[in-house]
Antibody
């Protein structure tokens, strides 16, 4: 069965970076792109962007350009999202998903606090 | 960006009820509309794709429809396991955008 296993919760200081992983199993990794989504209580769900798992090509929501960097390691069927220059507004749960939400990871809670 | 106006934000209902949630798109999105269900502490789950198609494993009491720029999710004969927050998503144009969510709760 399709599974996306995300890395654990992160507690980070303002100005720092975090890198979240999303390991896929149960399907051919390069057949579907991986999307990333942010969820906060105040803003709901926001689409960050996606990465083409075959070519590594990316498409970002303008709002997250410069904030999120999406990469992929085909050898381990893992997608990554790095969040940089963290502020408290980046505190959220971050999900990876197959294509346009066909399957979702369990989410990673990122807390930015000094 | 395309705005997805979802209503109502909260929907009290009784078991056995028929309920409808609606998303209105600010621009044409064709049938590039999905519905997700999210239960507390869980990840969203795909329920409907292509505006009207039931995702795998979704009970047949769920259905999706479209009328112009209005997209609806209907649940017939509500069950306790259906209590959740429902979101729509347009994926016709970047950036993809979600509705604000509808919390379905027991009356």
């Amino acid at each position: 069965q399709v599974q996306l296993q995300q890395s654990g919760a992160e507690l980070a200081k303002p100005g720092s970076s975090v890198k979240i992983s999303c390991k896929a199993s149960g399907y051919t990794f390069t057949s579907y792109y991986i999307s990333w989504i942010k969820q906060t209580t105040g803003q709901g769900l926001e689409y960050i962007g996606y990465i083409n798992t075959g070519s590594g090509g990316t498409n970002y929501n303008e709002k997250f350009k410069g904030k999120a960097t999406l990469t992929v390691d085909k050898s381990s069927s893992t997608a990554f999202m790095q969040l940089s220059s963290l502020t408290p507004d980046d505190s959220a749960v971050y999900y990876c998903a197959v294509a346009t939400g066909d399957y979702w990871g369990q989410g990673v809670m990122v807390t930015v606090s000094s | 960006d395309i705005q997805m106006t979802q209503s109502p934000s909260s929907l009290p209902a009784s078991l056995g009820d028929r309920v409808t949630i609606t998303c209105r798109a600010s621009q044409d999105i064709g049938n590039y509309l999905r519905w997700f269900q999210q239960k507390p502490g869980k990840s969203p789950r795909l329920m409907i794709y292509g505006a009207t198609n039931l995702a795998a494993g979704v009970p047949s009491r769920f259905s999706g429809s479209r009328s112009g720029s209005d997209y609806s999710l209907t649940i017939n004969s509500l069950e306790s396991e259906d209590m959740a927050i429902y979101y729509c998503l347009q994926h016709n144009e970047y950036p993809y955008t979600f509705g604000a969510g509808t919390k379905l709760e027991l009356k």
